[in-house]
């Protein structure tokens, strides 16, 4: 099993920055992919930015440039760098890991950038 734990979501200004974390912890150790989604309001949940094993990465094209995923293998920790936010970043974040072809998502936190 697989638990997901972020944090670091807030209510920010438009321009302005958060970073996002994402812990996990559990019985898995090895992870084919870790990496964030988000969900708007009346919207479906998107990928925003994921990492896999090799370390590439793969970003929605609305925040190419602005956001940064990292990951610490060692410490089982994704992260979201968001630089220059804009109001429709505005969403619940989730944590996504894949570990063996399964999905695991963590509870969302929420990102608010005010205009």
Known sequence: QLQLLESG???VQAGGSLRLSCAASGSIYRFNSMGWYRQAPGKQRELVATIIGGGGTNYADSVKGRFTVSIDNAAKTVYLQMNSLKPEDTAVYYCNADAYGLPYW??????TVSS
């Open 9 to 11: 979501g807030g209510l």
């Open 106 to 111: 963590g509870q969302g936190t929420q990102v």
